[in-house]
């Protein structure tokens, strides 16, 4: 058996402790998944207020630490836990100055609380605990100062010096960008970026630059922020880290979305038991005030109402499936959002009610029924880093239509797991909703074989850990030649 690695874990977000998308789900999943492979892996995040309230089963520890910034020695002290249903510890620096407030993020201040929070995570772990990692994976631009440290200051203390390090993007929209002086309160020196400013730090052009590896959460996703369309200002950077660049899809956590076993269900049921499908969806359209009629394709959408949803495509599309364009259908959709779309979809449903209900609400325990009671669920996405929305519906057997970009080209394939199409335009959006209901209306046994191979698609957290801990052991390579 390959050695067991020590991983230093470090995110914003960790489900359940605090996750405000996708970041939470991978940050509370994936350590899990390494665990599972025999790794001794430990997370680090900073003590919001929920922890410093008081969370069951998190203690204090007997400690202080001193973390060392350009603004002299400050203390954090340091809460323990475990992730659920796990043996994986998970620290939390406590600064109730910097951390103790009703949000995860959007302060003014967040360069420096992130960059506060990195610098004592390795201070806990390495100086502290003594515990010297044999790879440090940090995600997004919060936990890139750590990374930056490491690169720069790092390299003269012998406890930290020659670090192989993994820089994971989730979301480059969010950059991190700041003031020159933090390098000084981070207490290194190093020179700037193109991509920066005069004066700017770019935290995750740093983290980009800095770290060992680099990688994103889909490989289409990898190639397309490289160019200037996707790269959100970094795709000269991100070409030229090109070989160290990147792509695992997320996984889905197969405990919780399990048609066999989710409790929000009316019918639990699995690929043997698809009829079962048929008592949801006469749950989902009895809920919704739509007719209980069997055989008509329902058309399903579960979505923050974002112009990156691609809603702007989505409206024309809307207007000809109701308009009966492609014969009878149903259509659902259950998302909050930019008021304009909201409107624009409460306007349509008025016009069709018997035909569309949109619930405009985030409402967990009805986008189960939606999943399990649904015919074809769409993602007409303009960019999509990974997407979690296919393959919860593959999964559920209803079959995706999305548009081929980042992780929905990665994990849906035309004509074999659903319906796919290439241009970001409402007409090639239609002609892929007119195969997908023409296949649906006219072949049974095909439609059937699409949801069962959707159903059979491995899209579990043990296998996207695999990827990840390959790539571990790369970085490690790289800093032993
Ligand atoms: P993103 O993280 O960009 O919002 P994903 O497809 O990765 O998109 O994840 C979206 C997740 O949020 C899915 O699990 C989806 O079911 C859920 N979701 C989105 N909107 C709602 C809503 N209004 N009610 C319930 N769940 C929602």
């Known amino acids: 058996m ?46 919001y207020r929920k922890i410093e309230q008081g969370y069951e089963g998190v203690t204090a520890l007997p400690l202080q630490l001193n973390v060392p910034t350009g603004a002299g020695l400050i203390p954090a002290g340091v809460f323990e836990g475990r992730l659920p249903d796990s043996d994986v510890p998970i620290y939390f620096i406590a600064q109730h100055h910097l951390f103790d407030r009703p949000q995860v993020y959007g302060y003014g201040d967040d360069p420096y609380r992130f960059a506060f929070y990195s610098r004592a995570a390795l201070d806990l772990m390495v100086a502290a605990l003594a515990w010297r990692p044999d790879v440090v994976h940090a995600h997004d631009w919060h936990t890139a100062p750590a990374i930056t440290w490491l690169a720069t200051a790092g390299q003269v203390d012998p406890r930290y010096a020659n670090m192989p390090t993994l820089f994971t993007i989730h979301n480059l929209a969010h950059q ?21 400013g005069y004066g700017e730090v770019n935290f995750m ?48 956590d197969y405990g919780v979305w399990d048609p066999a076993g989710d409790p929000r269900l009316v019918a639990r049921y699995d690929a043997e038991r698809l009829q079962e499908r048929k008592s949801n969806r006469h749950a989902l359209q009895a809920y919704l005030g739509l007719p209980q009629k069997d055989y008509v394709p329902l058309v399903a959408m579960v979505s923050r109402l974002d112009y990156q949803k691609g809603l702007d495509i989505t409206g024309h599309v809307l207007h000809l499936l109701m308009n009966g364009f492609a014969g009878d259908a149903q259509f659902v959709v259950l998302g909050t959002g930019a008021p304009e779309y909201e409107q624009m979809l409460a306007q349509l449903a008025g016009y069709h009610r018997d035909k569309m209900t949109a619930v405009l609400a985030y409402n967990a325990n009805l986008a189960p029924l939606i999943y399990a009671g649904s015919d074809i669920f769409i993602m007409p996405s303009l960019f999509e880093p990974c997407g979690l929305g296919q393959l919860i519906a593959m999964r559920y057997g209803s079959v995706p239509l999305v548009k081929a970009t980042g992780g929905l080209a990665d994990t849906v394939l035309e004509g074999e797991t659903g319906f796919t199409f290439r241009h970001h335009t409402a007409g090639d959006f239609w002609q892929a909703m007119q195969r997908a209901t023409y296949v649906y209306n006219t072949d049974r046994a095909g439609w059937r074989q699409i949801q069962l191979n959707g159903m059979a698609a491995d899209y579990s957290w043990a296998k996207s850990a695999e990827g990840y801990e390959a790539l571990y052991r790369q970085a490690i390579a790289r800093h032993q030649s």
Do not use: C
């Open 2 to 47: 390959a050695t067991s690695l020590k991983i230093l874990f470090l995110s914003a977000e960790v489900d359940p402790f605090a996750k405000t998308g996708g970041l939470g789900d991978v940050g509370g999943s994936l350590p899990k998944a390494l665990r599972q492979l025999g790794h001794d892996v430990r997370v680090v995040m900073p003590a």
């Open 176 to 196: 991190g960008r700041t003031g020159w002086q933090i390098f000084d309160y981070l207490g290194l020196q190093t020179h700037g970026l193109r991509e920066e």
């Open 205 to 252: 052009a740093r983290g980009i630059y800095h770290a060992t590896l680099v990688n994103t959460v889909s490989p289409t996703y990898a190639q397309e922020i490289t160019t200037p369309m996707g790269g959100a200002g970094l795709d000269g950077l991100l070409r030229y880290r090109g070989r160290d660049l990147s792509g695992i899809l997320n996984g889905l």
